[in-house]
C-alpha cells in the first residue's frame, strides 16, 4: 500500500503554509506503508497537473490533500468537493475564476471516500480539535479535492482520496488577529493519526455515526473510575443506538495535586525499555496506556492546567 499526501505553497501573502510544514514531517513509513509527501502550488489548474504527474510516478492507492483553513481551531477532514471555482482572493498566479465549473462532464459535487469520522473519532479520543468539515470553500482547495475524485471516478475507481483542512500555525496570528491556531507537533500528530486510521480501515466501512459530548465530573473521583464510568456510558450508547459516542472528561473543583500524585503512582510501574507513547485525554486511553506499557503519557489540559 502506498499513501501520497499534498500540501501547498504559502499563498495570501503568508510566508508559510502549514499544510506543507505539516506533511512533510510525516513518517515515511507507517505499518509498513510507504508514505510520500510533495508540495502543490496553489494555482488552479496547475495544482492538479502536478498531482496528477506525481499519481502516474508514484501509483499510490490513497491520495490525502491538505490545505489551510485560517479561521478553524481544529483538524477538518472534508466530506464534499463541488464543481465549481470561485474565488475570493486571485491564486499565485494571479487567476481568480468567478463561478466556473472545474469539469464541465463532472458531477455536481463527489464525496470522500476517506473514512472521516473514524479519522475525527481518533484525532478526538487522542486529545485533538477535529470535525468532520462539510465545506472546502470554493478556492484551490476544494478544486484539487474535487479534481482527484473526479479522476479516480472517471479513470482510476480503486483510487481513494480526500481532503483535510488544517488551522493556522501560531506564527501566522498577528495580536490584532484573532484567528485561533494550532502547533505544528500537535497538527502533525494529529495527521499522522489520520494516516494510521486509513490504513486500519482500508478494507473497512467508515463508522457511521459520531457523537460528542462534555462531561463534567468531580475532581475527587479516581481516574480510574472516571474512566471506567466514562466507558460504560459509550458502550450503552453505542449498544442501545449504535452512536460512537467520544466523551471529554472535565473535572470540577478539587486539588490538582491529588491527581498528579496518583499520576506518578500509575507511572512507576510503566516499563520505561519500551519506546511507545500513548495519549492521555479521552476516556479510552488512559487503561490502554497502562497495559500496553507506555513510558510517555500526554495529560490534557483539563486535568493539570499544561501538558506533561
Not at 473514524?118 to 479534481?147: E, L, R, W
Not at 512507576?268 to 519500551?274: A, C, F, G, T, Y
Request: proline residues 6%; hydrophobic residues 40%; glycine residues 6%.
Amino acid at each position: 500500500m502506498k499513501i501520497l499526501l499534498t500540501g501547498f505553497d504559502p499563498f495570501g501573502g503568508e510566508s508559510i503554509n502549514p499544510s506543507w510544514e505539516v506533511v512533510r514531517r510525516i513518517p515515511k513509513k507507517i505499518k509498513d506503508v510507504e508514505i510520500k509527501a510533495i508540495q502543490i502550488p496553489t494555482v488552479f489548474q496547475k495544482s492538479f497537473k502536478v498531482l496528477k504527474k506525481e499519481i502516474e510516478n508514484f501509483n499510490p492507492d490513497v491520495v490525502i490533500c491538505v490545505g489551510q483553513a485560517g479561521g478553524r481551531h481544529g483538524i477538518t477532514p472534508e466530506r464534499i468537493a463541488i464543481n465549481v471555482d470561485d474565488a475570493r482572493i486571485a491564486d499565485n498566479e494571479e487567476n481568480q475564476p468567478i463561478d466556473f465549473p472545474i469539469q464541465k462532464d463532472g458531477e455536481t459535487a463527489y464525496f470522500s471516500s476517506l473514512p472521516i469520522k473514524a479519522m475525527v473519532d481518533k484525532m478526538i479520543s487522542s486529545g485533538f480539535p477535529a470535525s468532520v468539515s462539510n465545506t472546502a470553500g470554493t478556492f484551490v482547495c476544494n478544486h484539487i479535492m474535487y479534481q482527484i475524485l473526479y479522476f479516480a471516478a472517471k479513470f482510476q475507481p480503486t483510487l481513494k482520496a480526500g481532503f483535510i483542512h488544517v488551522p493556522f500555525l501560531p506564527e501566522q496570528v498577528k495580536e490584532n488577529n484573532p484567528y485561533p491556531s494550532m502547533k505544528l507537533e500537535d497538527m502533525v500528530q494529529a495527521l499522522t493519526l489520520c494516516v494510521e486510521t486509513v490504513i486500519e480501515y482500508q478494507d473497512k466501512e467508515d463508522l457511521k455515526t459520531i457523537g460528542t459530548v462534555d462531561v463534567e465530573v468531580d475532581c475527587e473521583m479516581s481516574l480510574i473510575k472516571a474512566h471506567n464510568l466514562m466507558s460504560l456510558i459509550e458502550k450503552e450508547i453505542y449498544e442501545k443506538y449504535e452512536i460512537v459516542l467520544v466523551i471529554h472528561v472535565e473535572p470540577v473543583g478539587g486539588n490538582f495535586t491529588e491527581r498528579e500524585i496518583e499520576l506518578k503512582e500509575i507511572t512507576e510501574n510503566i516499563d520505561s525499555e519500551k519506546p511507545l507513547q500513548l495519549s492521555m485525554g479521552m476516556s479510552q486511553d488512559y487503561p490502554i496506556a497502562i497495559e500496553e506499557g507506555a513510558h510517555f503519557i500526554r495529560i490534557g489540559t483539563a486535568w493539570f492546567e499544561e501538558e506533561e
